[in-house]
């Protein structure tokens, strides 16, 4: 077997999902049911997709990291973006909160991490191609901080309503909160040229009249339009940390989060995200 088959057949379990086989059975009703989960929520859970044993060592993985984690210093709004005095104070664009969860960047992941491997497979970037049915074809991120992180979340901590700068996003919960952290999120409230910005006030303003929670269990694989869909994490509750492997995508493979973006997500950016900021990608804010 080559080293691409071990870590496809290691990670994730074939024997439930077989994502490589495209003529099976199995992977073309898989690719269904998520396409139509996908089509009534804009999200859709893919249970026990990772190996039990794969998953723990992950976790094991992101608690050795977790204090290499980034924690916000700043308020933050849902685009990651600076105050813009042109807008109402009551804006969202000048909504700001303190996000309290932390980032461990995936260039600070181990050699060996299961997660970068696992996000390194074709077959795997092929597969949530099909998932999500994109006219365009998909990319892994070209951002190397965000391509591939780590959120983590102590007790105490949230993370509030917001849009991602990445059109998709694959979550693994690898550990998960004793009570609450619970993902919730409000399915397409934007799209490409429209901001949408009275829903934006009303779900900040309290307005859970389109909201939907997914309980993740650890393992699962949740696939997600977070550009699109606006979301935030519940408190978490009790004594457990709680860590998620985020693995992203883009249509364009060029483009990064804006600096703006990554020095408040992961307190750092790179000469690269300053050469990519004037990327244009579809005239919505982040
Ligand atoms: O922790 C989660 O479930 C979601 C994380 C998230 O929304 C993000 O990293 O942008
Ligand atoms: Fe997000």
Redesign the pocket.
């Known amino acids: 077997m080559t080293k691409f088959t071990d870590a496809l057949h290691e990670i994730i379990d074939t024997d439930l999902y077989p994502i490589h086989n495209l003529n099976s059975q199995l992977r073309q009703e898989l690719i269904r049911s998520v396409h139509s989960e996908l089509a009534k929520t804009g999200c859709a859970r893919i249970s026990n997709f990772i190996r039990g044993q794969v998953v723990q060592e992950m976790a094991r993985e992101a608690s050795e990291l977790h204090n290499l984690a980034f924690w916000p210093t700043e308020d933050q709004n849902p685009y990651a973006s600076p105050p813009e005095p042109s807008f109402p104070v009551d804006h969202p664009r000048n909504h700001f909160t303190l996000r309290t969860?932390g980032?461990i960047g995936a260039d600070l992941l181990n050699q060996d991490s299961h997660l970068t491997r696992m996000y390194e497979l074709d077959v795997l970037t092929h597969f949530v191609w099909d998932a999500l049915q994109t006219e365009k074809p998909l990319y892994r991120y070209a951002d190397p901080i965000a391509r591939n992180?780590y959120?983590v979340?102590e007790p105490g901590q949230t993370?509030p309503w917001?849009f991602?700068g990445n059109e998709f996003?694959i979550?693994i919960?690898v550990q998960k909160a004793e009570k609450g952290?619970i993902?919730q999120y409000v399915p397409n409230i934007r799209s490409p040229g429209e901001e949408n910005y009275d829903r934006v006030k009303a779900v900040l303003e309290g307005d859970t009249s389109h909201l939907f929670s997914?309980d993740?269990e650890p393992g699962d694989l949740?696939i997600?339009k977070?550009r699109y869909s606006m979301?935030?994490?519940t408190k978490v509750e009790g004594s457990n940390n709680?860590y998620?492997g985020?693995p992203s995508y883009t249509h364009d493979p060029y483009r990064m989060n804006r600096p703006h973006h990554s020095l408040t997500?992961y307190g750092r950016s790179t000469r690269l995200h300053e050469e990519r900021e004037l990327i244009q990608v579809d005239g919505l804010t982040d």
Do not use: C
């Open positions: 969860n980032f992180p959120s979340m993370f917001h991602d996003s979550s919960l952290g993902f997914l993740l949740q997600f977070g979301h935030r994490v709680r998620i985020i997500y």
